[in-house]
């Protein structure tokens, strides 16, 4: 059984920065790719950025160059966030991958005011 829980969200200005982690649990897992996404209320969950298990990253036009993915090992993936904008607030996700199954997180709430 493999559980993953994201952190780091919070409410923040216009402009600054945070910094999102999710872990994790369960042994002997091997991630394919570790996903980050966001939900808006009434909207569809948007892709935001991804990392894969050999360091591979890519990020959605409305994310790049503010937003960065990164590993720092097999069960851990953060997103810094920059220069946010109140279209940011969002709640943010975590996906883990493994061949056909995905591990979603609960959600952490972003908040951006102007």
């Known amino acids: 059984q493999v559980h993953v829980a994201e952190s780091g969200g919070g409410l923040v200005q216009a402009g600054g920065s945070l910094r999102l982690s999710c872990v994790a649990s369960g042994s002997n897992v091997n991630f394919d790719s570790m996903d980050w996404y966001r939900q808006v209320p009434g909207k569809e969950r948007e892709m935001l950025a991804f990392?894969?298990?050999?360091?591979?990253t890519h990020y959605m036009a409305s994310v790049k160059g503010r937003f960065t993915v990164s590993r720092e090992n097999a069960k851990t993936v953060h997103l810094q966030m920059n220069s946010l904008k109140p279209e940011d607030t969002a709640v943010y996700y975590c996906k883990m991958v493994e061949g056909t199954f995905d591990y979603w997180g609960q959600g952490t709430q972003v908040t951006v005011s102007s």
């Open positions: 990392i894969t298990r050999s360091g591979v």
